[in-house]
């Protein structure tokens, strides 16, 4: 079992950044690649961003390239996001997850954090 903490979410101005934490307990989180999605009301859930278990390789949704960087600390099992350049379409519940099998499957969820762009 992995449990993961979200945490960084707020409310910030269009133009600010945010950045968001993700701490695993219960296994390493190096052995693992980890995603970010996010959520609104209505809405099917969106990937974000993706870390490999070594950190050398991530992707992104078009929408946040060049706007937002995924990180890990392996030592401190913890996955970062950067988001700079925020915009009001970026409000959602953010998630992190594990993947647990290729190519795409999250066995591991956090509860969310909520991110709100006001324009």
């Known amino acids: 079992q992995v449990q993961l903490i979200e945490s960084g979410g707020g409310l910030v101005q269009a133009g600010g950044s945010l950045r968001l934490s993700c701490a695993a307990s219960g296994r390493t989180l190096s052995n693992y690649a980890v995603g970010w999605f996010r959520q609104t009301p209505g809405k099917e859930r969106e990937f974000v961003a993706r870390?490999?278990?070594?950190?050398?390789?991530?992707r992104y949704t078009d929408s946040v390239k060049g706007r937002f960087t995924i990180s890990r600390d392996n030592d401190k099992n913890t996955v970062y996001l950067q988001m700079n350049s925020l915009k009001p379409e970026d409000t959602a519940v953010y998630y992190c997850a594990v993947r647990t099998r290729l190519p795409d499957e999250y066995g591991y969820w956090g509860q969310g954090t909520q991110v709100t762009v006001s324009s």
């Open positions: 870390i490999s278990m070594t950190g050398v390789t991530s």
